[in-house]
């Protein structure tokens, strides 16, 4: 089957825009995460749903940042007002629910460049 | 707070030459420890999980232990294609999410 996807591959923004980037999880996963990568920063978890519903959204760093999922399935994270340092790789990953197995499958990523 | 470190940050190694990469831990209840495989341009691919001190796993040339501070990805014989950068994560038992180290970037030299 086919693994997760995400859309846009690359964006490229203007400073004060917004930007939205999708996700694809793979079919029948429940749980759907964000993450980012910065240059110099390791993976950053951003926001984890179950379902349609988003237990922890901790790790957003403002509240320029949202995100929403519908039908248990495709995720949207949206950044409004875009600054240079939002500029990363956005990653989401998607697993199965199961009493040991949470490994997390990951897409192609998001590169998103805010000038 | 959880925390995730590896070393070293880069390792160049000779076709064939074996060697380890650490990756250091300290989390509030291990539910389990990941290791990942990332390609320049493309997101991390699973490689293990580990769920106890004592586990050990093996996929072709890797091989990866745990005990109760850290983790080792071993590689045996590495071949070029090997060449990528490890990351490492824990995942708590309070928690979905995972938190990851930095990397180890490794080149296998032909």
């Known amino acids: 089957g086919a693994g997760v996807s995400q859309s846009p591959s690359n964006k490229v923004t203007e400073k004060g825009k917004d930007v939205e980037l999708r996700c694809d999880p793979i079919s029948g996963h429940t749980a759907l995460y964000w993450y980012r990568q910065s240059l110099g920063q390791g993976l950053e978890f951003l926001i984890y749903?179950?379902?349609?519903?988003?237990?922890?959204k901790s790790g957003l760093p403002s509240d320029r940042f949202s995100a929403e999922r519908t039908g248990g399935s495709v995720s949207t994270l949206t950044i409004q007002r875009t600054q240079q340092e939002d500029s990363a790789v956005y990653l989401c990953a998607s697993s199965s629910e199961g009493r040991y197995t949470f490994k997390q499958f990951f897409g192609p990523g998001t590169r998103l460049t805010v000038l | 707070e959880d925390q995730v470190t590896q070393s070293p940050e880069a390792l160049r190694l000779q076709e064939g030459e074996s060697s380890s990469l650490n990756c250091s831990y300290t989390?509030?209840?291990?539910?389990?420890l990941f290791w990942y495989r990332q390609d320049p341009g493309k997101g991390p691919e699973f490689l293990f999980t580990l769920y106890s001190a004592g586990e050990e796993k093996e996929k072709e040339r890797l091989k990866a232990t745990l005990t109760k501070k850290e983790s080792f990805l071993h590689i045996t014989a590495p071949k070029p294609e090997d060449s990528a950068t490890y990351l490492c994560?824990?995942?708590?038992?309070?928690?979905?999410?995972?938190?990851f180290g930095q990397g180890t970037r490794l080149t296998i030299n032909p």
């Open positions: 994560a824990v995942q708590a038992k309070a928690a979905q999410k995972l938190v």
């Open positions: 989390v509030s209840g291990l539910r389990g």
């Open positions: 749903f179950q379902g349609n519903s988003a237990p922890d």
